[in-house]
């Protein structure tokens, strides 16, 4: 029985790997119903995952799982502590949390761009996860891991893809980066970095604008100054001829 699961799931990786880029480390993540199953079930998901996927894996979860087994209370408290031991990835509920099948739901949105395995026993969640194509999707029956199989509209965006009406995500992104370093696409970063050196330091066309219009000043003070002088200087002649002449 372990012989089929294996060939089954490597079959699956093998269509998400082909047409997802799916990559090890295989991202799963586990919302509370799923590690609530695995307690019961006692399966060591930490050993038994990178066996049934032959490949390494990282057991993801995200603050609005954990937020939602703490607030569910004490029945919980085996899968909350499950859940704790996961990496915690960002999700864009930091400061409003939402249900834990709405979080794990909006974490694979737009394509799911990070290759994320959505690992639940919620079935609601499931038929809606089966819904976005390219999302693999796992779950336990009788105390064993299953990967499912690619859903009907994941095969559907597969063919559309092949026939030419659709474009990929993996596709997209790696005609992004052939842009990039062909120079065809410039990155946000280097167009901010150069506007950043634009508007720094002062112009130096003003400054010396500045100094000649003080040199200016300056120029025609004195010049002034001189006039003064002279005028002053003339009057003072004048009137030593005025007495000069009355003698």
């Known amino acids: 029985m372990k012989i089929t699961r294996q060939k089954h799931a490597k079959k699956h990786l093998g269509f998400f790997r082909n047409n997802f880029g799916v990559r090890e480390p295989y991202q799963i993540l586990l919302d509370g119903t799923f590690c609530q199953a695995a307690l019961r079930g ?14 390494e894996t990282q057991l993801c979860t995200t603050r609005c799982v954990l937020k939602e087994l703490e607030t569910l209370g004490k029945d919980l408290y085996g899968a909350k502590l499950i859940a704790q031991k996961c990496q915690v990835r960002n999700c864009p509920h930091f400061k409003n949390p939402v249900s834990g099948s709405e979080c794990l739901l909006s974490m694979v949105e737009e394509g799911n761009p990070h290759h994320y395995f959505v690992a639940t026993q919620d079935q609601n969640l499931s038929m809606k996860v089966k ?11 009788q105390n064993t891991i299953v990967l499912d199989k690619p859903s009907p509209k994941t095969i559907a965006f597969v063919k559309a893809v092949e026939s030419g009406q659709l474009v990929s995500v993996h596709e997209k992104q790696s005609i992004k980066q052939l842009k990039e370093e062909k120079g065809l696409v410039k990155n946000p970063e280097q167009r901010r970095k150069k506007k950043h050196k634009k508007v720094s330091g002062p112009n130096p066309l003003s400054c010396l604008k500045k100094k000649k219009r003080a040199q200016d000043t300056k120029s025609s003070a004195s010049e002034k100054k001189r006039k003064r002088k002279r005028i ?7 009137v030593l001829s005025e007495k000069q002449n009355a003698e």
């Open 131 to 141: 819904k976005k194509p390219g999302v693999p999707l796992m779950f336990i029956i």
């Open 42 to 55: 006692r399966i060591q998901l930490r050993e038994q995952l990178p066996r049934y996927l032959m490949g």
């Open 232 to 238: 002053r200087n003339r009057s003072a002649s004048k």
